[in-house]
């Protein structure tokens, strides 16, 4: 059964993709988001994998309207990885993420002092999440995912575009 679903998932995903960005559109004009590479004291860093799409990305999610993009990042560490800030939260940079629309964009930040009391138990919108190794990232990890990682973990060149 997990199968099948996985594939209705995969042929209907670009479907929905265009369909809320479409919706995003018309209410927002621009859409912003936010991701936050949040790195522990093992140099590890924290995944998740979400029900609706396919791969392994940085937390986050939108920033909602009259919020701050910190705020937003902060919400969406603790709702999707029960994460909370004990020290202040670096921006990185802000990306045009074009591949999805010309008019979004995500801030990223890298999350160094947090806690963690557990991780989460899988819900509607988080399937897996966790910490993994930079040398051992799981299988689907998107290039955007990855790009982020590497500007942050491995000094790379700030590339303007999500991928």
């Given at each position: 059964m997990g199968e099948r679903l996985n594939s209705v998932r995969r042929k209907c995903e670009p479907l929905l993709r265009r369909i809320f960005h479409a919706?995003?559109?018309?209410?927002?004009?621009?859409t912003l988001?936010?991701?936050?590479?949040?790195?522990?004291?093992?140099?590890?860093?924290?995944?998740?994998?979400h029900s609706y799409v396919t791969g392994w990305y940085l937390p986050g999610g939108g920033v909602d309207l009259g919020e701050?993009?910190?705020h937003a990042m902060r919400r969406e560490l603790k709702e999707e990885g029960?994460?909370?800030?004990?020290g202040?939260?670096?921006?990185?940079?802000?990306f045009l993420n074009s591949h999805v629309s010309r008019r979004d964009h995500v801030a990223v930040y890298v999350v160094r002092q947090f806690k963690q009391d557990?991780?989460?138990?899988p819900n509607r919108e988080i399937a897996?999440?966790?910490?993994?190794?930079?040398?051992?990232?799981?299988?689907?990890?998107?290039?955007?995912?990855r790009l982020r990682i590497a500007?942050?973990?491995?000094?790379?060149?700030?590339?303007?575009?999500?991928r």
């Open positions: 919706y995003f559109l018309l209410v927002r004009g621009m988001g936010v991701r936050a590479v949040v790195v522990d004291a093992d140099t590890r860093v924290f995944l998740v994998r701050t993009m910190e029960d994460i909370d800030l004990t202040d939260a670096v921006l990185h940079g802000i557990r991780l989460p138990a897996e999440c966790g910490f993994f190794a930079v040398t051992a990232l799981p299988e689907g990890t998107t290039p955007g995912t500007e942050v973990l491995h000094d790379r060149p700030r590339i303007a575009t999500w």
